[in-house]
């Protein structure tokens, strides 16, 4: 990077940055992450339905239940439990809310612009046209 352009902000320690590219490899992480950095908190069961539609907003057939239902799963047991262990969002396992945590502008500049190269210009929504 140009000296020149470095930020005016202090940067994200390498071992953070280390952390955040191990734990957003996954795309059903990043789908999420995508969706919380846009309305900050949402159900589990929400995510779900989300993370299932973009996932099949390609396919042209009918997403079957369990299908969605094997997404809340993976959500429940593997990928939301790796946002929080990374410090990227909290799970309320009461009321069963997902919400993001504050996190470094670096991290969240990094989210964006993976959304951005994932998505297109217009986010999820450009995938399904």
Sequence with gaps: MDP??????????????????LTLRERDRRLVLYFLLEH??????ELADVVTA???????????????????????????????????VTHDEETDRVSLEPCP??????????CAAETGPNGIDSERT
């Design 4 to 21: 020149e352009q470095s930020p005016a902000e202090p940067s994200a320690s390498p071992d953070l940055l280390d952390d955040a590219f």
């Design 40 to 45: 900050e908190t949402a159900t589990l069961s």
């Design 54 to 88: 973009w996932r099949h907003a390609s396919d042209s057939r009918v997403i079957e239940p369990q299908c969605r239902n094997q997404r809340y799963l993976q959500l429940q047991q593997l990928h939301v439990p790796k946002l929080v262990d990374a410090d990227i």
């Design 105 to 114: 502008e670096p991290i969240r500049e990094l989210a964006a612009r993976a």
